[in-house]
């Protein structure tokens, strides 16, 4: 339950509705309960006008104080006006209770839905917070299953289980108020059974608790094995694997089963068990009743009383099982909620952080040393570079060298263990991350469109929607403007799920033309040329040159671009610099960036 805790917040966020609900609450169940007493009253009543009956006063002491000022109302009245007009007021008592209880579901379960709307608004917020750290280590679907289906069972907690556990709690005790104010020792028999339904309900919520945290665990790998089939179903059919990944389907849905249907033999036995003792008291109330209205026919109305207020109770102490069983599963998935809410991420704003920093100067990278956390990979080893304002700088490397992580830590994807990185003399740690992206421009090797138009895919990036004349420019510039006019919709064609109905090539120039419409002071390419033909290569290249102006841009990548004029050619090799210069100069060194251009250029003279 400690875990739940973590809603308070929210309660007194709509402590309003909170509180009025709970009211209507008690409201619909004080209506509930007059209707027995004037119930047995009526029987009293009938049975006084017997043949061969015997009058006998009122015990009036024994009811609660509206209906004792109702029957002073009704008793002086002849017997035939006295069973309507109680007949009537049983029946405007149930329609009281159900426009509470209306009410109290207009106010609570209306309330646990604005709480809904609050959390998946809290959880998505602090997943966009979080470091790219921590979505290398957790998979999409275990992300969406807690934004989605813990979530909604947090939400069962917040109304229905909250809603009930007040009605149930509100009618028991008002119940056995009536009932001890009548009889206590024939209270006491007939609601013998329910402390053995308290001994059930202790016993059986550890086994729902623990078994309610292996379905969730289950569905959210139920989940990750769908959403990764469903995105890789192209390299699924490629390699034919329908088939075995339908078996890990089968296998991941297998364990939900066994958990799910786990859970619900535990909840088969608890419900009936609750609906066992309800009728035991039921059978002994009526045994009892039926003995004592032998001796005294005068308890007849009593018994009926009593009959009532058992029913009556059979809802709320069966509903004890669900009620129970919601606030298990709900603590269950609140925990794998704030296992996420609780994680902190590693990129922060420092608390001297400058804002709207122009961003501009000196790129330094110093004695920069960088190890992924998770893998072990020491990917940048005591690294120094310095790029000045306005330099276009190539990086290149073999696979795994380190090249990419160049541009994570100055986008602060990470921050170094050791070393410092500056733009302008100032260290990027105290520059606001969001002014720091903004003035950079990014585009990475994985290429994510998203399920949008292409218009919007190119303008992702900007606060305000700019004009279609700068998106088409952005476009000429990345060389895909013609492409896309060609498209059935042109800049209005959807291009589905991660850009699935366009080319590699084409999600590349999109992607490029999206950092293009940017106008930032700082860009970086990280290998994003690999699908376009060596012509459009060309192309893109001779439009940056002209495009970048005096922007710092570093491309990144494991090719040699001649149609451009770099101001340094930086090779990095297992995270440290292995050569750099300008092309000429790594030429005349005759190493590493000399036998690469050779390579190279006598592949593209047997093209």
């Given at each position: 339950?400690k875990h739940?805790s973590a ?5 007194w966020k709509y402590?309003v509705r909170f509180?009025?609900g ?7 169940n004080?209506?509930?309960v007059?209707a ?5 009253y009526?029987?009293?009543?009938v049975q006084q006008h ?7 006063a009122?015990?009036a002491?024994?009811?609660?104080s509206v209906v004792?000022?109702?029957?002073g109302w009704?008793e002086k009245?002849?017997?035939?006006k006295l ?7 049983i029946l ?7 426009l509470?209880m209306?009410?109290m579901r207009q106010?609570?379960i209306v309330?646990?839905r604005?709480i809904e709307?609050?959390m998946?608004n809290?959880?998505?917020?602090h997943y966009?917070q979080?470091d ?6 957790h998979?999409?679907?275990?992300l969406?299953n807690r934004?989605?289906?813990?979530v909604s069972?947090?939400r069962m907690?917040t109304g ?7 009605n ?6 008002m119940?056995?108020?009536?009932m ?6 024939l ?7 329910l402390p ?9 919520n550890t086994?729902?608790h623990r078994?309610?945290e292996k379905v ?6 139920l989940t ?12 699924i059919?490629s390699?034919?694997?329908e ?9 991941n849905?297998?364990?939900y ?9 535990v909840?088969a036995i ?6 066992l003792m309800v009728g035991?008291?039921t059978?002994?109330?009526?045994f009892i009743?039926g ?15 009593f009959?009532?207020y058992i029913n009556m109770l ?5 509903a004890?099982g ?8 709900a603590?269950?998935?609140q925990?794998?909620l704030?296992e996420?809410?609780d ?9 001297t952080?400058?804002?709207n920093n ?5 790129i ?5 040393s ?5 893998t072990g990979i020491?990917a940048?080893n ?11 700088v190539l990086i290149?490397g ?6 990419s992580?160049?541009?994570q830590l100055?986008?602060?994807?990470f921050?170094?263990q050791?070393?410092?990185i500056t733009?302008g003399?100032?260290d ?5 991350l969001a002014s720091l992206?903004?003035?950079?421009s ?8 998203f399920s949008d138009?292409?218009?919007n895919n190119i ?6 929607q700019?004009g279609?004349d700068?998106i088409?420019?952005?476009?000429t510039?990345?060389a895909?403007?013609g492409?896309?006019l060609t498209?059935?919709n042109?800049?209005d064609t959807?291009?589905?799920e991660?850009?699935v ?7 590349q ?5 999206r950092?293009?419409i940017?106008?930032?002071?700082v860009m970086i ?8 033909d060596?012509?459009t ?8 040159y002209h495009?970048l102006?005096?922007k710092?841009a570093i491309l990144?990548t494991h090719?040699?671009?001649t149609v ?12 440290g610099?292995?050569e750099k210069?300008t092309?000429e ?5 005759n ?10 250029t006598s ?5």
């Amino acid at each position: 339950m400690k875990h739940l805790s973590a809603l308070n917040k929210y309660f007194w966020k709509y402590r309003v509705r909170f509180l009025v609900g709970i009211l209507f609450v008690v409201a619909s169940n004080y209506f509930g309960v007059l209707a027995p007493e004037i119930t047995g009253y009526v029987v009293n009543a009938v049975q006084q006008h017997l043949p061969g009956a015997k009058a006998t006063a009122t015990a009036a002491g024994s009811y609660n104080s509206v209906v004792r000022y109702f029957i002073g109302w009704v008793e002086k009245m002849d017997f035939g006006k006295l069973v309507v007009l109680c007949s009537l007021t049983i029946l405007v008592l149930a329609l009281l209770r159900g426009l509470f209880m209306f009410m109290m579901r207009q106010t609570l379960i209306v309330m646990s839905r604005h709480i809904e709307y609050d959390m998946k608004n809290a959880v998505y917020a602090h997943y966009q917070q979080l470091d790219a750290g921590f979505f290398k280590t957790h998979r999409t679907g275990d992300l969406m299953n807690r934004i989605a289906e813990d979530v909604s069972r947090v939400r069962m907690y917040t109304g229905p289980a909250i809603m009930y556990f007040v009605n149930l709690a509100s009618l028991i005790i008002m119940c056995l108020v009536n009932m001890f104010r009548k009889d206590i020792s024939l209270s006491l028999l007939v609601l013998s059974p329910l402390p053995l339904l308290a001994i059930t309900i202790y016993f059986v919520n550890t086994a729902i608790h623990r078994k309610s945290e292996k379905v969730q665990a289950s569905l959210s790998d139920l989940t990750t094995n769908a959403q990764e089939s469903y995105s890789g179903i192209r390299v699924i059919k490629s390699f034919v694997q329908e088939k075995a990944m339908l078996g890990f389907f089968k296998q991941n849905s297998e364990e939900y089963r066994k958990n799910a249907v786990g859970l619900a033999k535990v909840e088969a036995i608890y419900f009936p068990s609750m609906t066992l003792m309800v009728g035991l008291s039921t059978l002994l109330t009526i045994f009892i009743g039926g003995n004592m209205a032998l001796a005294d026919p005068q308890k007849i109305g009593l018994i009926v009383e009593f009959v009532i207020y058992i029913n009556m109770l059979s809802f709320p102490v069966t509903a004890i099982g669900s009620v129970a069983s919601m606030i298990q599963r709900a603590a269950a998935s609140q925990k794998r909620l704030n296992e996420f809410l609780d994680t902190r991420p590693t990129v922060v704003n420092a608390a001297t952080a400058v804002k709207n920093n122009n961003v501009s100067g000196d790129i330094v990278f110093k004695n920069v040393s960088f190890t992924y956390e998770h893998t072990g990979i020491k990917a940048l080893n005591h690294f120094d570079l310095t790029i000045k304002r306005g330099e276009k700088v190539l990086i290149l490397g073999k696979t795994g060298s380190g090249k990419s992580t160049v541009a994570q830590l100055l986008l602060r994807f990470f921050d170094p263990q050791q070393g410092t990185i500056t733009i302008g003399h100032t260290d990027i740690r105290n520059i606001d991350l969001a002014s720091l992206r903004n003035k950079i421009s990014y585009v990475p090797q994985d290429i994510f469109l998203f399920s949008d138009t292409v218009a919007n895919n190119i303008a992702f990036g900007l606060d305000k929607q700019p004009g279609r004349d700068d998106i088409q420019q952005a476009a000429t510039n990345a060389a895909i403007h013609g492409e896309i006019l060609t498209l059935e919709n042109g800049y209005d064609t959807m291009v589905g799920e991660r850009g699935v109905t366009l080319s590699g090539g084409q999600k590349q120039r999109i992607s490029i033309a999206r950092a293009l419409i940017k106008d930032p002071e700082v860009m970086i390419f990280d290998d994003c040329l690999s699908a376009v033909d060596a012509k459009t290569e060309n192309q893109i290249i001779n439009n940056l040159y002209h495009t970048l102006g005096n922007k710092t841009a570093i491309l990144i990548t494991h090719r040699i671009f001649t149609v451009f004029s770099f101001d340094q050619v930086i090779i990095i090799d297992e995270g440290g610099i292995l050569e750099k210069g300008t092309h000429e100069e790594l030429l005349a060194l005759n190493g590493y960036y000399a036998e690469l251009y050779q390579l190279q250029t006598s592949q593209e003279v047997e093209e």
